[in-house]
């Protein structure tokens, strides 16, 4: 009996990360195939058209954006960032998360703009009355964050741009905002708490260190985060979540 038991268990974890292994293998086989592409230094960063001028706009907007980054670190990870405009405002202010300089850079590039050459995809959006609300406590938290100085970033487990990000969400739970599985370190603790509530409101977040964790929530569905790589079940909006590839089921895709 103890034998049978322990056999299952050896299946359950061989199993388990076969699911992490598998895809992460697909990502890194589908990179390879594209290789080599242009140097990322030297890739374009224009507008990608996604967002109309916001005079065009009056009321207030948020948006967060993603697009794979650059060289192999693609295979596995996206990069997010953050656009806020309040009503009537004549610009959008778009905020990143970066590894040179200070971290924290506002502006530094287009709102929609493509990182390095990868076409941005529209990870979540909020406008009117709820965005005008939130955007006053994102400003807060993002000017409040705790790890703004030269040398804070760390591309893995993080704080990284995805850390940054879920900081800025998490204080407007109401916007039941989640980040893709493909933005490694969005569950990294950038307030020290290895218990704190999901980004999306509805849920809780353990992790430690970023190394481990495991996130339940109606907006995020279930997420195991082994070193980074998200392997989750959404069930408001029947999907699976797998490292290095995504969302893949109804409603939106994130890659």
Same mark, same amino acid.
């Given at each position: =009996?103890?034998?049978?038991r322990t056999g299952r268990a050896r299946l359950l974890v061989l199993g388990v990360l076969l699911m992490f292994l598998?895809?992460?293998? &697909?990502?890194?086989?589908? %990179?390879?195939?594209? @290789?080599?592409?242009?140097?990322?230094? =030297?890739?374009?960063?224009?507008?990608?058209?996604?967002?109309?001028?916001?005079?065009?706009?009056?009321?207030?907007?948020?948006? /967060? @954006?993603?697009? +794979?980054?650059?060289? &192999?670190?693609?295979?596995?990870? #996206?990069?997010?960032?953050?656009?806020?405009?309040?009503?009537?405002?004549?610009? %959008?202010?778009?905020? *990143? @998360?970066?590894?040179?300089?200070?971290?924290?850079?506002? $502006?530094?590039?287009?709102? *929609?703009?493509?990182?390095?050459?990868?076409?941005? /995809?529209?990870?979540?959006?909020?406008d009117g009355e709820m965005a005008a609300r939130a955007i006053p406590r994102i400003r807060a938290a993002i000017a409040? %964050?705790?790890?703004?100085?030269?040398?804070? @970033?760390?591309?893995?487990?993080?704080?990284?741009? $995805?850390?940054?990000?879920?900081?800025?969400?998490?204080?407007?739970?109401?916007?039941?905002?989640?980040?893709?599985?493909?933005?490694?370190?969005?569950?990294?603790?950038? *307030?020290?708490?290895?218990?704190?509530?999901? #980004?999306?409101?509805?849920?809780? +977040?353990?992790?430690l260190g970023g190394y481990l964790g495991l996130t339940v929530g109606w907006y995020e569905g279930i997420e195991i985060?082994?070193?980074?790589? /998200?392997?989750?079940?959404?069930?408001?909006?029947?999907?699976?979540?797998?490292?290095?590839?995504?969302?893949?089921?109804?409603?939106?895709?994130?890659?």
């Open positions: =009996m103890s034998s049978s598998a895809p992460i293998g &697909w990502s890194a086989t589908d %990179y390879a195939i594209g @290789y080599p592409g242009p140097d990322w230094s =030297m890739t374009g960063r224009a507008s990608a058209g996604l967002l109309p001028a916001p005079e065009a706009t009056p009321q207030a907007m948020i948006r /967060v @954006y993603a697009a +794979r980054t650059v060289r &192999w670190r693609g295979i596995f990870a #996206t990069h997010t960032w953050l656009v806020v405009k309040e009503a009537g405002a004549s610009r %959008y202010d778009r905020f *990143d @998360y970066t590894a040179w300089g200070d971290p924290i850079r506002t $502006n530094g590039f287009p709102p *929609d703009g493509r990182w390095f050459g990868q076409d941005p /995809v529209l990870v979540f959006a909020a409040g %964050y705790a790890h703004a100085d030269r040398g804070d @970033y760390r591309a893995w487990p993080g704080p990284n741009s $995805n850390t940054f990000v879920a900081a800025a969400l998490s204080a407007a739970p109401e916007l039941q905002a989640s980040l893709p599985p493909t933005a490694i370190g969005k569950d990294f603790p950038h *307030d020290g708490r290895w218990l704190a509530p999901a #980004t999306g409101g509805l849920g809780m +977040r353990a992790t985060s082994l070193f980074g790589a /998200v392997l989750g079940l959404d069930i408001r909006r029947p999907a699976i979540k797998l490292p290095a590839i995504g969302r893949i089921g109804f409603g939106e895709s994130f890659v």
